[in-house]
Nanobody, 125 residues
Framework: QLQASGGGLVQAGGSLRLSCAAS????????MAWFRQPPGKERESVAA????????VYSDSVKGRFTISRDNAKNTVHLQMNSLKPEDTAVYYC????????????????????WGQGTQVTVSS
């Protein structure tokens, strides 16, 4: 089960931190990711973290501004979002795969069987 939190309304240039708490995981091997769905658009990959190797991947649109990280003690993955832009406005979803996903598939939504509820992020200009 995934519980996402941390969304809200922020002005352009501001920051937000999203959190995704995972419970009931049966495997220590996992890959977790954030996706987003802007208004009227399809869901798109934002960032992903793979425990094995500690690999992270980012979409070009957020690279250098967003950082995905894991809190091992709390079994939580965070998405620190800095220098937010109006085009970052979207519903953000966390996703989990209790498995090792190859790098080339980490940004594919079909790689993740478990999804949290969305959290709204709105960036005003």
């Amino acid at each position: 089960q995934l519980q996402a939190s941390g969304g809200g309304l922020v002005q352009a240039g501001g920051s937000l931190r999203l959190s995704c708490a995972a419970s009931g995981r049966t495997s220590g091997t996992f890959t977790m990711a954030w996706f987003r769905q802007p208004p009227g658009k399809e869901r798109e990959s934002v960032a992903a973290f793979r425990r094995s190797g500690g690999n992270t991947v980012y979409s070009d649109s957020v690279k250098g501004r967003f950082t995905i990280s894991r809190d091992n003690a709390k079994n939580t993955v965070h998405l620190q979002m800095n220098s937010l832009k109006p085009e970052d406005t979207a519903v953000y979803y966390c996703a989990d795969a209790e498995s090792h996903i190859i790098l080339s598939s980490m940004r594919s939504a079909t790689s993740y069987p478990y999804w949290g509820q969305g959290t709204q992020v709105t960036v005003s200009s």
